[in-house]
């Protein structure tokens, strides 16, 4: 497939899971607009989200219309949307939060305005509805309405499209399902693993997510997941021109950046935070009864356990909450330690929250949070990740096989570079220290590289590179003995 010439992209994104007065909630639509948005903006498409009661009918129309006005021929537009959806004598609408159950044609937007929209303007449109049937049941995980969508109205209307190309949940003979497991409906969770670079079977030459590979990916995945979760039938269906195969995005850089942090050289990557605080600070610590611990013993450590147990609870159950809100796994698979309560264990991962008697002080204690056992660097380059864990790391420790601190040490000191910036070495050489002015500290070992600053785990990675990167341009000092490459 030949490079694509630079075009204008813009997104429309619209969900609506609770609706105003006694309509239906539609299950995990919130969950869907927050992760398609975080994926679009993974493939540098500005995104406009019009979430629950933003999505207002005149909202919806206004907003297509305004997108629009900015895009062009040869442009493209992206329209998602999550919620209930319904025929009317043939046509098919869309339905906004305000909704009104005694007039639902009125209150709701047709399918067919937005299709004319896009057709007047002749840019190219790309529609992902999770609508079909979407929604009246009150006691169901299925989204379903009462009037099916019109399977012939779509076919026809887009057949005929000459940019236009629009994606459904399943046929109009079908319900679209939800999963309380995968967070998300189970049509839309295979759509935002396409888009985000996590679908290898979705690709077109390894990179191109096309109209063809991404139905026939969704084609295969959506009824296997569907029997497994629902015991359900559900067929996602495609309607287009059949004469060319439709470029909807090349995940080119996102599978680049996936690769970005791994190394042969690389035993582990670890994030860390250390703080330092009274024992007076914990919450079991009762200032009218207990007293600070004066020596360093068994005892001491004892009660500083007992007096951190809510501490470590809270933590730990803090970060199982954002983990599990960001929808990278399952609830089911974000999991405390039954062992060990300060663990919190993931398919990808390891967290853990420690808190010990302090080496130095008797009366305080150190406070050690750690993300071990990383197996997927992918994560790495996630917002949903790096969201996770904002504010909560202020270092990345990275393992390797080798390292020439003496070397390193030998080479500052006959470039005189202390002057530039600070150099900390014992005179056994087992370690050294290096600050690197308005950039972090840098501690090497024989068997780890810890880089101290502040950030999200990838903004942590991004700082460690560039103070590497200054060190090498600026005063030819590669202080690195490992291959880590940076895309």
């Not at 207002?56 to 997108?67: D, G, L, P, Q, Y």
């Not at 935070?273 to 611990?293: C, D, I, M, Q, Y």
């Not at 809100?325 to 405390?336: H, V």
């Not at 150099?423 to 690197?436: K, M, N, Q």
Request: net charge negative; aromatic share 10%.
């Amino acid at each position: 497939m030949q490079n694509q010439p630079q075009v204008k992209k813009q997104a429309l994104v619209i969900g609506v899971e609770v609706y105003q007065g006694t309509i239906a909630k539609v299950a995990q639509a919130e969950n869907d607009v927050k992760a398609i948005t975080a994926a679009l903006d993974q493939l540098c498409i500005p995104v406009t989200t019009l979430l629950n009661s933003q999505a207002t009918k005149s909202k919806i129309e206004s907003k297509i219309r305004t997108i629009l006005s900015s895009l062009g021929p040869g442009d493209n537009f992206y329209v998602f949307y999550a919620g209930h959806g319904f025929a009317d004598s043939g046509n098919n609408y869309l339905t906004a939060w305000d909704l009104d159950s005694s007039d639902l044609v009125g209150t709701s937007v047709q399918l067919k305005y937005l299709y004319d929209q896009i057709q007047d303007n002749g840019c190219n449109g790309v529609i992902f509805i999770d609508a079909c049937h979407s929604g009246m049941r009150l006691a169901s995980a299925a989204r379903e309405l009462d009037k099916r969508f019109s399977e012939q109205e779509l076919q026809t209307m887009f057949a005929q499209a000459k940019h236009c190309a629009a994606f459904s949940a399943c046929q109009d003979s079908e319900l679209s399902w939800s999963s309380s497991k995968l967070g998300h409906g189970i049509w839309t969770y295979h759509l935002i693993q396409a888009l985000t670079g996590n679908a290898p079977r979705a690709y077109d030459s390894g990179r191109y997510l096309t109209s063809e590979s991404l139905q026939q990916y969704l084609s295969t995945e959506v009824p296997k997941t569907a029997r497994v979760e629902q015991n359900a039938i559900q067929t996602p269906w495609y309607a287009g021109a059949q004469s060319s195969t439709f470029l909807i995005a090349d995940v080119q850089s996102l599978l680049a950046a996936k690769a970005a942090y791994t190394s042969p050289d690389i035993n582990d990557i670890e994030f860390v935070n250390n703080e330092t605080e009274s024992v007076k600070r914990l919450s079991g610590f009762a200032k009218r009864v207990h007293r600070e611990p004066t020596k360093h013993s068994r005892e001491a450590r004892e009660f500083i356990q007992r007096c951190a147990v809510d501490d470590i609870d809270s933590d730990v159950e803090s970060i199982r909450q954002r983990v599990g809100k960001s929808a990278l796994f399952k609830w089911a698979e974000i999991k405390i330690d039954e062992s060990d309560p300060g663990c919190l264990i993931t398919p990808s991962f390891h967290y853990s929250y420690t808190i010990e008697q302090d080496e130095d002080d008797p009366a305080s204690v150190e406070c050690s949070r750690r993300l071990t056992q990383l197996t997927d660097f992918s994560l790495l380059t996630n917002p949903k990740f790096n969201q996770a864990f904002q504010s909560t790391f202020d270092g990345v420790r990275i393992s390797h096989k080798k390292a020439l601190i003496k070397d390193i040490v030998e080479i500052i000191e006959s470039k005189n570079l202390q002057t530039t910036f600070k150099l900390f070495v014992p005179s056994d050489f087992s370690w050294c220290r290096i600050i690197v002015p308005k950039r972090g500290q840098i501690l090497f070992s024989p068997t780890n590289l810890e880089f101290i600053s502040s950030g999200t785990p990838e903004e942590l990675l991004e700082q460690l590179f560039d103070t590497l990167e200054e060190l090498r341009s600026n005063h030819n000092l590669l202080i690195h003995p490992f291959t880590l490459k940076k895309v």
